[in-house]
């Protein structure tokens, strides 16, 4: 590694020279230091301005109902930069009006600084479109520097000294300069592709035309592409030389087959998955003692949301090496079975009947598929009955409609007169038994003893 300190020393003396005469100038009397007075004026006016205006207009702000939330959120980040519009607004007003009554030279500093504020305004709204914090902070600040060295003239200079810190690795020489403007780029071009990629996305996704799977899978291809191409061509045009990436490419391969095979077996899966249709978005599948409608197809896994409101993150592996329940696969359709069983002594052609009448009555059982029921044996102590029906919205749970079947059928029973029994044992005490001279205790009722299976002692 090589880096010698001599031009960094002599870049930081040139740079700490030109800011020396710099302030020398600002504080020799005449003209520079009236519009240091202009402009300290100028931030008391927008300063007090902003106190005055800030709470009407917040106020006039909450009042506008209709708005849509866009237009809320870029009238609110306006709001929030009153005092920096105002000051823009006063400066760009006063040199005007000094070039209009003196010299233009008596408004160099006054201009400068309206050029700054007003480079400084844009660069804190062109921020905004970076979502995370940090980075957007981050990006904040570098432009705000890049900004103002490039208007007082000392981007040059500052070029210079970050391209004399250098590191030197046999041939390779990387600068600071070589890295912000490989940062820079790749940013710019990453924020490119992200605002594609997120209006391409919300076009897919209405596309009625193309089936949920393959929006998910054209989304997630797009998305790898441009970020991809953005990372590549950011590194490029930043002078990097991207031909000794084969190593690395290489190395990376060999990690992902060895120390990555599950990561590297989900994303298969989870394209395979997109692929051949299995799954897609709004599915009502069961996996195990899972049972849930699909939320979101991710890279990774799935992401399974029950009626608990519980959601399960399931690896895309165990979809494909694992049976899975698809309920909404080729169609909504699900049929649901119920058993009960009713008294020997009604009629079962009118208990098939009021079945069929009780189910058609719930709102969620199918017209078009009617219910039907049939015998389907003779119990111990009732004939057994089986009533299936058909949904077409399982995602809204089968266990609710169940429960409102069984309803509709107790009610219909109870109408019409049609028991549902229970075991029922007959105990016969034979004559010349040990039970039969000995008297029945009192607690021993008639009705305890009204089984129908015989015991002999």
Not at 43 to 67: D, I, M, N
Not at 101 to 118: G, K
Not at 236 to 263: E, H, M, N, R, W
């Amino acid at each position: 590694m090589e880096s010698d300190p001599s031009p960094i020393l002599q870049e930081l003396q040139m740079l700490a020279e030109q800011a020396r005469g710099f302030g020398q100038s600002l504080t020799r009397p005449g003209w520079r230091m009236y519009q240091i007075g202009i402009l300290l004026g100028l931030f008391v006016v927008a300063q007090l301005g902003t106190w005055a205006f800030y709470g009407r207009l917040y106020g006039w702000l909450r009042a506008r109902e209709g708005w849509p939330i866009w237009r809320f959120r870029t009238a609110l980040i306006l709001l929030r930069r009153l005092r920096i519009i105002l000051l823009v607004c006063l400066a760009w007003i006063t040199v005007w009006a000094m070039r209009e009554l003196t010299w233009p030279s008596r408004s160099y500093l006054v201009a400068i600084s309206a050029t700054l504020a007003t480079a400084w305004l844009f660069v804190g709204l062109a921020a905004r479109l970076v979502r995370n914090p940090f980075l957007r902070r981050l990006v904040t600040w570098g432009l705000w520097v890049y900004v103002t060295l490039y208007v007082i003239g000392l981007d040059d200079e500052a070029a210079a000294l970050l391209d004399s810190l250098r590191l030197g690795m046999g041939d390779l020489h990387i600068s600071a300069l070589t890295l912000i403007r490989a940062a820079v780029v790749t940013g710019v071009l990453f924020t490119g592709a992200r605002l594609i990629a997120t209006t391409s996305a919300a076009r897919i996704r209405r596309d009625d035309d193309i089936s949920p799977s393959m929006r998910v899978l054209i989304v997630k291809i797009l998305q790898m592409s441009l970020y991809g191409a953005a990372v590549f061509l950011g590194l490029k045009l930043a002078g990097f030389d991207l031909t000794g990436l084969a190593v690395l490419s290489g190395a990376i391969g060999v990690g992902l087959g060895f120390g990555l095979q599950k990561v590297v077996s989900n994303l298969v899966s989870g394209v395979i998955i997109l692929l051949d249709k299995s799954i897609k978005p709004g599915d009502v599948i069961s996996l195990g003692d899972t049972f849930g409608w699909i939320n979101a197809l991710g890279a990774r896994y799935v992401s399974v949301v029950t009626r608990e409101g519980k959601e399960y993150l399931i690896p895309n592996e165990d979809l494909i090496t694992s049976q899975v329940v698809n309920w909404s696969h080729s169609n909504e359709f699900v049929r649901l079975d119920i058993f009960f069983g009713t008294s020997y002594g009604d009629d079962p052609h009118l208990v098939r009947r009021l079945a069929i009448e009780a189910a058609a009555g719930v709102d969620r059982v199918l017209a078009e598929r009617p219910p039907v029921c049939h015998v389907v044996g003779f119990g111990d102590s009732s004939v057994d009955f089986i009533l299936r029906f058909w949904i077409v919205d399982p995602s809204e749970g089968l266990t609710n409609v169940r429960g409102a079947v069984f309803l509709a059928l107790w009610d219909a029973f109870k109408a019409n007169g049609v028991t549902i029994p229970f075991p029922q044992r007959e105990v016969t005490v034979l004559p010349g038994s040990r039970l039969a001279a000995e008297p029945l205790p009192d607690t021993v009722s008639d009705q305890s003893l009204s089984s129908k299976s015989s015991k002999e002692s």
